[in-house]
């Protein structure tokens, strides 16, 4: 029977006794979600969780049932799915049970269209086809999960989602799962899962945690009362039942509904009389619907019956005729007389209306029971048999690895191959836990010699993100195996790196490289490995000879002659390491334009991210975070059109959000960090990106003026107690010496930030716009010893001058400014100003007008100051930095002056003005030229180009470029006149 929605309507109504609270709360959630309750109506319609647990055959399948059916009488869109005791290894079994229905219905374009730019990355996961490609991470496919049915909910609402013996789901869908119910409330979509709490497998924490926690109703069902089964044998035997053989019934049952009916049904068949005379009789039927009196009722009905429950026990959940009677070695008479006595007996399952054929069990405990008495060897040989039967029925080696993983290792390379493809598939689903099984058993067969040097790189591969360490041992091993090709050899070096960096032992993966360069015979091979030594030492804190390798790296860039990945590579880490130890801007710039090129991709597997990320941030560390900006959305964009929404997008969107705060975008940046953090969260604890992201953070919180939130941000990280063994920009211990700057701690910032000068200047890392550690130990300075306060910032300034950006100068100027009094401090300032505005540093630019008008004032210049304050005011407000707003008008409204109305500053879009002024500058007009065409100003000039420089995020050196870049056209043009 179905309904208009082509939906299958469950059956009639089933009694169930003792359970009439928990039918009117399923009544009443499914109101709330119909928009049927009192007041009807439509955009009311309230989504929500419930969870049911309770011990095996209390009757949770018989709620759901009801549900179901309850459900389909309103015409909510169903979406069903069970656990099952066998299917628990693979991956996606549940999701997939859940939204194949629904894709059924229809092609390949409209699957596209409802799954957009998800489809390549969710796919394989639903069980659809999709492109070969590389493997999206386990983030990306939850999240294009969420995607596909927060679609269903608002394409056809109400939704009914529904997981049945979810304590047997798979770990891949449970995990989803728990965190997409999170979001029930917001969508019209009513989640219930049902699970024995007591069964629940050690690593659904997070799903234990939702069940008992989050859900907005748990119920956890009891066992009958003593009345309950009364009313129950009254029901089913309609024949006067006396109250003490009601009683010796729920004595015998525990009050159990499972088993409780099952023995009304054995009673039934033996015609025995519902009186205490008989109870007797009962024991031997009570035993009988479970453990060994199951089995021993089983075993009457012949040994085809026993086969065949066997192969539907191997075999798993919804298992087809055809496939039972193969693996249990039956003819098709033979089976499909096995099949009726063992429906007859109430170990299989009735038939049902929708799929008449299926067979599956009376009641999961009935299966476990039959799958536990399956003797050993026969179990092994059952499941053989079943691997070989569903590859011929071509279903796939995911299907036969959960066969082959319960068989005994036998020296069968048909099995290798399998296992090998299987944990492919299960890789491109983003199942990379499943694949790790495969891949171990496959190990364990074993594979051919030639063979297994690639088994071991794979298993690594398989976990290099959930278990660095147990990933090294296996690409170490793969490294000593015997005859391994070159190009093989060369890839698990590679990741054996990787796996070392990520198991925070950077100092070995530079020696891992460093060996292969040292002993490769190939030189692509060598140049390759070259170019990762230098990348995994740039990245220790414990380098003990930073300048030694900055040498070699100069050499080696300045000879090489080509400009393949390696070369590039090794340019792109060249424009690096001049930034960070202070080389002329310009000479790092021209670097990152070489290694750059036409494009670094982020996500290409045989080379990995890095290194497009410091080019990335050397442009924006070099006064053009415009350009910074364009490659991290790129960059992004990429990642999340692969799956890659784990750690990559952490970094992606932490180091976006720090460009922004270069920028002077705080706001942006803030939501920016905030996300990266969330991911950094739930990828792990104590890893890089979660550094990055709280460092940066801190960073932005204090120049919006919010000193406790940043503490309270430190303390609950531990940040500024745990120093990091990699490199990481901001410097943590920077940063965190702020924080104390920012609550008056000035001995304990001196202390660590003088650390912090010993560490970085023996590395050569030199650059004060990289890390600001000399500003900040010149104001922890300033009260107690003013005259080296002084010579500090002034060191600050050389190095600045020396490195060449506008805005490096100026903020060390502005540093210098603040540690020195009088009229030298006032020229400091203005020329911090002066500085500012031509780089695109809008918040320090703030800052800097904000003490500059504030020193005029005090120095008894009012009137000049009201200008500098106005603009810093009016740059505050824009960049976010609520604070030093407040600041600036405090100061005016001290000085007597009243603040002006705000002009409307909060757009990134040029005037038409600016648009002239940036033309002419891109193609090398001074200021004085420009001012005379236009008939302005020079000034003016000056101020209009300031602001250029702040909206499209570069300085004058990087403005043709940008400029190109944002307008799509060659440049530069033909001179105008």
Known sequence: MADTKGRRIIGPHRRLFERESELSLLEGMLDELCGTGPDPDSASRIGGLLAISGAAGLGKTSLIAELRRMAAGRECTMLYARGGEQEQGVAFHVVRQLVQPVLAAAGEPEHRRILGSWYDIVAPAVGLVAEPGASPDPQGVRDGLDWLVTRVAVEHPPVVLIVDDAHWADDESLTWLSSFALRSGELPILIVVAYRPEELPVQATEFRRLAERHGSRPLSLTPLSPHGVGKLVHHVLQSGADDMFSRECWALTGGNPFEAVELMAKIRERNIKPHYANAGELRELASSARGSGLIERMERLGPSAVRLAWAVAVLGTAVEPHMASSVAGLGVEEAVDAVQKLRDARILAARSDDDPDRLDFFHPLVGTSVYRAIPPAMRVAMHGQAAVSVTEAGLGPTVAARHLLEMHPDNDRWAVRQLRAAARECMRAGAPEAARRCLARALREPPALEDRAEVLFELGCSALLSEPATTVNHLQAALEEPELAPALRESITYRLA?????????????????????????????????????????????????????????????????????????????????????????????????????????????????????????????????????????????????????????????????????????????????????????????????????????????????????????????????????????????????????????????????AVGRRLDRRGMRNPAWCPWRPLLAEALAQSDPAEAVKVADEGVELARRFGTAGAIGRALHAAARVTTGAHSLKLLAEAVQYLERSPSAYELACALVDHGTALSRAGLPQDACELLVRGMESAVVCGADALAARARDELAASGLRPLRLRAVGTDSLTAQEKTVADRAARGWDNARIAEELGVRERNVELLLSGVFRKIGTDLAGLPELLRHAENRPFPGPTPR
């Open 498 to 754: 990787q796996a070392l960096a990520h198991a925070d032992r950077m100092k070995d993966a530079a020696d891992t490289v460093a060996a292969e360069a040292r002993n490769s015979s190939n030189p692509r091979t060598r140049l390759r490995m070259q170019a990762e030594t230098f990348m995994w030492n740039a990245f220790r804190a414990d380098e003990e000879d930073s300048a030694a390798r900055s040498r070699r790296l100069a050499r080696l860039a300045d000879h090489l002659t080509t400009r393949g990945m390696a070369e590039r590579y090794i340019l792109g880490l060249r424009a690096w390491d001049a930034m960070v130890r202070g080389e002329p801007a310009a000479t790092a710039v021209s670097y990152a334009e070489e290694a750059l090129g036409e494009g670094l991709s982020w996500t290409d597997d045989d080379w990995g991210f890095e290194v497009p990320v410091l080019v990335a941030l050397t442009f924006m560390y070099c006064d053009q975070p415009g350009r910074a900006d364009e490659l991290f959305s790129k960059g992004i964009a990429e990642c999340e059109s692969r799956g890659w929404r784990g750690a990559h997008l952490s970094f992606g969107l932490t180091l976006l959000g720090y460009i922004r705060f270069r920028r002077g975008r705080l706001a942006e940046a803030e939501d920016l960090v905030h996300g990266g953090l969330r991911i950094a969260d739930r990828v792990g604890q104590r890893i890089p990106a979660q550094w990055f992201a709280l460092g940066i953070l801190i960073e932005i919180l204090l120049a919006r003026g919010r000193v406790d939130e940043a503490q309270d941000l430190s303390d609950r990280y531990n940040y500024g107690q745990v120093v990091p063994n990699a490199v990481v920009y901001p410097d943590s211990e920077t940063v965190y010496s702020g924080l104390l700057l920012a609550r008056g701690l000035r001995g304990d910032a001196e202390a660590r930030l003088r």
